[in-house]
């Protein structure tokens, strides 16, 4: 029998042991594996850890377990019963999130009593998705759910106890609890048969566009039934069958203005393990391979917890860049990007930045073509030569993002420090700017370039750089290591941070100093000629994007998935819109965001225009009356975005901010929602 379960190492120092989409939960459980001791292959002893430890003690554990049914009821046992007992016997830890410890360390005396009275069934793992429960929930903990967000992504195993296949008996449905929980739109995406022994099934949650003001709990559940062939050995021609229900809450709170808002961009971090990728820091000589996974979730999640805990909120993309709305955003993020970007991504951000005032922040890694062919390597478990596909980003393809505003990253390799505004930030093998337009602020540093022949050889070479771009801003810094927690040689996440305050809410100015201000285009000394494009590497065998046509998938926002699933009509109108019901700070709007202007279009219900007349005069009355107040009062204020003139009050507990939109006309629904795709197999 083999038992397919991911192990980590059960130590006082996690960090996430295996990748993952956003939301799938690896390892499955922990086990002792710190500092064990062991014989050496020839003689003597030494001392071992990690999961080639943890993985025989699981294995250990499975021998055990098995041993303690009677062999009248061993024909129970497979690789899903195994799994179960060991998965739901386990003892959460207190302190750590599920991606550093999966359902938590071994407990074989449980496991053994769920063993002595199972019952073939199918389960989920994880049984329940608690979205506000810190820090097992992590990252999603972190931040609440409103309206207008890209959905939140969970990614869960089925295992099927009751036979080597099996299938879903009908889409899975998602049923409201309370009023929060029917604000909420489930959607998922399945496998189509459960071989061998599981599938997985993807929950993506939004939050209604009537709660944009909502503050409160949601709670529902999930429902679903799997099937399996009649049990051998037995008179029973029936299909097995077993219902699984999982509970779901989460926390929504009124949606953030833009100026808080910020997307983070996964699509073009390339997955591991396609390819080789090389490493990003080049002094790491034990780590060949990027293969960390380059998403908050990993190697990037102390650059995402510091923007959450300055007030930011960001929201993970995992389709293309034409798969939200622009006009709700402060700041799209680009870091390590490895990936190639579909033409329309490339018209549709620059339009974003250009007309719609959103801020492109890219951060680089190096690219050198002589490097990456001294960088091929004999492997001696697959018995092949391994080329780097790509450089530790892909320049040629980032240079191609920022061409329309007019920016350049080139191919040397800097390593040193160089001064930003308050910060010294380090840079370890990141791509220099090549060229840089007008009246943009760029910092040049002295710094060493690695690349080539006489490398190691100080210069001034510029490392980030500032501009405006029409209505918006672009900001690139040649180097990503600052952010990544797995080799950070000096972290700058105090330098994102006042990036994006000064980029989204216009906070200081440090990093735009007169010192730094280009009177003419910038044009590296010696620069002629455009970083190239690996000619002998097929990219396409390891690119998403080179492989699919431009399509949002089920991650992206449901009015842009294709075909769109909304709910229609008025399923999603609440009592809680009543006029007057005023979102508490700090999560106070002072407008109905822009999207909701053209509800109607995406499927998603109008007021009729008797109650709009009635809600109208209610709201005049409310408005003056709340002038008033703010007249007596005057707040303070700061922009919200570029291009946008809306201010938001600052936080303080006395203050109600002004409601400026009319508000939906109230109608309960019971809420249950059955809208599920079972086809998409990307899961974002």
């Known amino acids: 029998m083999l038992v397919v379960v991911f192990c980590c190492i059960l130590s006082h120092r996690m960090v996430p042991c295996a990748l993952m989409t956003p939301g799938r939960i690896k390892p499955d459980v922990m086990a002792y594996a710190k500092d064990v001791g062991g014989s050496k292959i020839q003689s003597g002893c030494r001392s071992l850890s990690g999961t080639s430890v943890a993985s025989p003690v699981v294995a250990g554990a499975v021998s055990l377990l098995a041993s303690t049914l009677p062999e009248d009821k061993r024909w129970l046992l497979n690789p899903a019963t195994m799994k179960q007992a060991l998965v739901e016997g386990a003892v959460r830890l207190p302190d750590l999130n599920m991606h550093e410890q999966g359902n938590g360390r071994i407990n074989l005396p449980a496991s053994q009593a769920l063993l002595a009275s199972y019952q073939p069934r199918a389960s989920l793992i994880p049984p329940a998705m608690h979205l506000a429960d810190c820090p097992y929930m992590w990252p999603h903990c972190k931040q609440p759910l409103y309206a207008f967000a890209l959905p939140v992504v969970l990614n869960a195993t089925v295992v099927n106890g009751m036979g080597v296949t099996g299938k879903f008996d009908g889409p899975p449905v998602y049923e409201g609890a309370d009023e929060g929980g029917t604000l909420l739109h489930v959607t998922f995406a399945y496998s189509d048969v459960l071989w061998p022994w599981s599938g997985y099934l993807a929950v993506y949650v939004q939050v209604s566009p009537a709660a944009w003001n909502f503050s409160g709990n949601a709670s529902g559940t999930i429902t679903f039934t799997i099937t399996s062939p009649p049990l051998l050995g037995t008179n029973n021609k029936a299909p097995q069958t077993s219902k699984v229900v999982v509970p779901l809450s989460a926390v929504i709170r009124p949606t953030p203005p833009r100026s808080h808002r910020v997307i983070w961009d996964v699509l073009h971090s390339i997955k591991y393990p396609p390819g080789y990728l090389p490493r990003d820091n080049l002094d790491i000589k034990s780590d060949v391979l990027d293969w960390h996974g380059d998403h908050p979730a990993t190697n990037f999640h102390d650059a995402y917890n510091a923007l959450l805990d300055a007030g930011f909120f960001v929201e993970i993309m995992a389709s293309p860049g034409t798969c939200f709305d622009p006009a709700n955003y402060g700041a799209y993020l680009a870091i390590d990007s490895e990936e190639e970007w579909y033409k329309e991504e490339v018209e549709a951000l620059a339009a974003a930045v250009k007309d719609q005032g959103m801020a492109l922040v890219v951060f680089a890694e190096w690219y050198h073509q002589e490097s990456l062919k001294q960088m091929k390597f004999f492997d001696d478990n697959t018995r092949s030569w391994w080329t780097p596909i790509t450089g530790g980003a892909n320049v040629p393809a980032l240079n191609e993002l920022l061409a329309p505003h007019n920016i350049t990253l080139g191919e040397r390799i800097l390593q040193g420090s160089i001064k930003l505004g308050q910060h010294t930030v380090q840079v370890a093998y990141g791509a220099n700017i090549a060229t840089f337009p007008v009246g943009g602020h760029l910092h040049v540093g002295r710094l ?35 952010l990544d927690s797995s080799h950070n040689m000096g972290a700058c996440y105090d330098f994102l941070v006042a990036l994006l305050r000064q980029l989204l809410q216009g906070q ?107 809600l109208k005069q209610e709201q005049e009355a409310e408005d003056a009356q709340n002038t008033e107040q703010q007249q007596q009062k005057q707040p303070k204020g700061h922009p919200i975005g570029v291009g946008d003139d809306t201010s938001v009050a600052e936080e303080d507990e006395d203050q109600q901010p002004q409601q400026q939109q009319q508000q939906q006309q109230s109608q309960q629904h019971p809420g249950k929602q059955q809208v599920a795709s079972g086809h998409e197999k990307h899961h974002g």
């Not at 070479?461 to 180097?479: E, L, R």
């Not at 089920?554 to 019901?581: I, T, V, Y």
Request: with cysteine.
């Open 508 to 614: 200081g100015s440090a990093l735009s100093p007169d010192t730094a201000l280009l009177k003419e285009p910038y044009t590296a000394p010696g620069f002629t000629t455009l970083p190239q494009r690996r000619l002998d590497v097929n990219f396409t065998r390891y690119s998403w994007v080179l492989q699919h046509p431009l399509a949002c998938s089920m991650s992206a926002p449901c009015r842009f998935r294709q075909p769109p699933d909304c709910p229609n009509g008025g399923e999603w109108q609440h009592k809680h819109l009543q006029p007057g019901s005023e979102p508490p700070q700090p999560w106070s709007i002072t407008r109905q965001p822009a999207a909701l202007e053209n509800i109607s279009e995406h499927g998603f219900a109008r007021k009729d225009d008797q109650t709009a007349a009635v």
């Open 448 to 482: 060493n370039d690695v690349a080539g022949k006489g490398a190691g050889v100080p210069g001034d070479y510029a490392a980030f750089g500032i501009t405006t771009s029409g209505k918006g801003h672009v900001a690139v810094f040649g180097d990503s290591n600052c």
